[in-house]
């Protein structure tokens, strides 16, 4: 089974380049890490003139642009998916998957906080708060790692989800 956790916080506030250093970590260490980027404004990786932007632009409910090296889908949908139905859908021979995006959702999270973004935490351990990763001290009722300790972080993440 695929574990999920989520990394969460304010814009700005380090989630993607600590995801970022946390892949390789986890991948050295053995696991399949596979991720999901929440974006609530849209998006679009297809690029105007492009074959599979004319696919689209023509109709196409799903275009599929395959390479020796990668593959990509690009989908229409009715409605904006929760976690679990992407995981489900998408990803396939993962075992942790982290998402970064998603600040309200019902799976473990990670929060990460810098004092240079002057926001405050957004989340309780009510809120299935884990650890927070930060430039500074919490006293939140769960670990807190220097968000530059991604080792720390790896064993915290190998332990929880990964200890028998």
């Known amino acids: 089974m695929t574990s999920i956790l989520a990394i969460v916080g304010k814009s700005n506030?380090?989630?993607?380049?600590?995801?970022?250093?946390?892949?390789?970590?986890?991948?050295?260490?053995?696991?399949?890490?596979?991720?999901?980027?929440?974006n609530r404004h849209g998006f679009d990786i297809d690029h105007k003139g492009k074959d599979s932007w004319r696919h689209r632009k023509a109709g196409s409910a799903a275009t599929v642009v395959a390479s020796p090296q990668m593959v990509a889908l690009v989908e229409d949908t009715e409605r904006d998916y929760d976690i679990k139905e992407l995981v489900d859908r998408y990803i396939h021979n993962a075992d942790i998957v982290l998402v970064e995006?998603?600040?309200?959702?019902?799976?473990?999270?990670?929060?990460?906080?810098?004092?240079?973004?002057?926001?405050?935490?957004?989340?309780?351990?009510?809120?299935?708060?884990?650890?927070?990763?930060?430039?500074?001290?919490?006293?939140?009722?769960?670990p807190c790692f220097d968000i530059n300790d991604i080792e720390g972080l790896a064993?915290?993440?190998?332990?929880?989800?990964?200890?028998?």
């Open 13 to 38: 506030s380090g989630k993607t380049t600590l995801i970022e250093r946390l892949i390789p970590v986890l991948k050295d260490r053995g696991l399949r890490v596979a991720t999901i980027k929440h």
């Open 155 to 164: 064993d915290f993440i190998e332990q929880r989800f990964f200890s028998s």
């Open 101 to 142: 995006g998603f600040k309200d959702n019902p799976f473990p999270k990670i929060e990460v906080s810098l004092t240079a973004s002057r926001h405050e935490l957004i989340c309780t351990k009510e809120d299935g708060l884990l650890a927070i990763a930060s430039d500074r001290k919490y006293n939140r009722g769960v």
